[in-house]
């Protein structure tokens, strides 16, 4: 019988100095034993959402270098640490416009007290390889810079989100903690393809393309299905709209979610429950992600 994890909450309010969140951070990371997840010498992945471009609903910083101060006490070496985002063209579609975010939103080396480190490279084109077996996916592909990491602690911001309800601890690792292609695995059920009356054969989803997967064939754009990595983002810089959109191609609201489970499910396997920890922050909580 699988054990259940004992969760440990505390208010954010505070009268005293000893009472704010920081306190509280390092009092409940002890209380959890989540000490025990890290080894004297161990890389320490700190895994956080740095917040988007506009937006202001993020863990702050000062909460974050809590953590990062416990694992330095403990002999780690920590970095902190998120994925770009699905499609290229977004705001956090590169490593470059996330790092970009992170300064924004006050996430640096300086005020965490720690690298800022984007897992899964300057594209998010790469990974290894997790077999999962599960209800949808049957593997995911881990970021580079997280597959060489010894430990893992997801520092969540929690909020509202349109598709699984709220977002945590496993969203946070689950599609926060794997590269585009499992990305768009996770929210799409098609792989792109292209609405044939509306492409004029200008060739400009062929240059966008990392992957070369896109050729034009009989003045028609033609998507290699097979080198096509599904979520760099081509439908986005279509002119005609002429490649299907992501919104065309979502899984089912339940598929979704087990997606989701089976992510999560591949991330812990890899790392090992033991090597894994947990730390939710619930408060600037907006309906949808953040």
């Given at each position: 019988m699988?054990?259940?994890?004992?969760?440990?909450f505390?208010s954010?309010r505070?009268?005293?100095?000893?009472?704010?969140?920081?306190?509280?951070?390092k009092?409940?990371?002890?209380?959890?034993?989540?000490d025990?997840?890290?080894?004297?010498g161990?890389?320490?992945?700190?895994?956080?959402?740095?917040?988007?471009?506009?937006?202001?609903?993020?863990?702050?910083p000062?909460?974050?270098?809590?953590?990062v101060e416990?694992?330095?006490?403990l002999?780690?070496s920590p970095?902190v640490?998120?994925?770009t985002?699905l499609?290229l063209?977004?705001?956090?579609?590169?490593?470059?416009?996330?790092?970009?975010?992170a300064t924004?939103?006050g996430?640096?080396?300086?005020?965490?007290?720690?690298?800022?480190?984007i897992?899964?490279?300057?594209?998010?084109?790469?990974g290894?390889?997790v077999?999962v077996?599960?209800?949808?996916?049957k593997?995911?592909?881990?970021?580079?810079v997280?597959?060489?990491a010894?430990?893992?602690i997801?520092?969540?911001?929690?909020?509202?989100?349109?598709?699984?309800?709220l977002?945590?601890?496993?969203?946070?690792i689950?599609?926060?903690?794997v590269?585009?292609?499992?990305?768009?695995?996770?929210h799409l059920k098609?792989?792109p393809?292209?609405k044939?009356?509306?492409?004029n054969?200008?060739?400009?989803?062929v240059?966008?393309?990392?992957k070369?997967a896109?050729?034009i064939?009989?003045?028609?754009?033609l998507?290699?299905?097979?080198n096509?990595?599904?979520?760099c983002?081509c439908?986005?810089?279509?002119?005609?709209?002429?490649?299907?959109g992501f919104?065309?191609?979502?899984?089912?609201q339940?598929?979704?979610?087990?997606?989701?489970a089976?992510?999560?499910?591949g991330?812990?396997?890899y790392?090992?429950?033991s090597?894994?920890g947990?730390?939710n922050l619930a408060?600037?909580?907006?309906?949808?992600?953040?």
């Amino acid at each position: 019988m699988v054990a259940i994890a004992k969760v440990y909450f505390s208010s954010s309010r505070a009268k005293r100095e000893e009472e704010s969140l920081v306190h509280k951070i390092k009092r409940i990371f002890r209380e959890a034993e989540l000490d025990s997840t890290i080894s004297r010498g161990d890389v320490v992945a700190i895994k956080i959402h740095i917040g988007e471009r506009y937006g202001h609903t993020y863990v702050r910083p000062k909460h974050v270098r809590a953590v990062v101060e416990l694992v330095k006490e403990l002999g780690a070496s920590p970095f902190v640490t998120d994925t770009t985002g699905l499609d290229l063209t977004s705001s956090r579609g590169d490593a470059l416009k996330c790092i970009e975010v992170a300064t924004l939103n006050g996430l640096t080396n300086e005020t965490v007290g720690a690298p800022i480190i984007i897992a899964d490279g300057l594209k998010g084109l790469e990974g290894v390889k997790v077999k999962v077996n599960g209800l949808v996916l049957k593997e995911i592909y881990l970021p580079p810079v997280l597959a060489e990491a010894d430990a893992l602690i997801s520092l969540a911001h929690v909020k509202g989100h349109p598709r699984t309800g709220l977002g945590g601890a496993i969203k946070n690792i689950a599609v926060g903690c794997v590269n585009k292609t499992t990305k768009a695995l996770i929210h799409l059920k098609n792989p792109p393809y292209v609405k044939e009356d509306r492409c004029n054969g200008c060739g400009l989803c062929v240059k966008f393309c990392p992957k070369n997967a896109i050729s034009i064939v009989n003045g028609k754009a033609l998507i290699d299905h097979e080198n096509c990595l599904l979520g760099c983002g081509c439908w986005s810089i279509c002119p005609e709209g002429a490649i299907s959109g992501f919104r065309e191609r979502h899984r089912t609201q339940v598929e979704f979610g087990l997606a989701v489970a089976d992510a999560a499910y591949g991330v812990v396997k890899y790392f090992t429950p033991s090597k894994v920890g947990f730390i939710n922050l619930a408060y600037d909580i907006t309906p949808h992600c953040d």
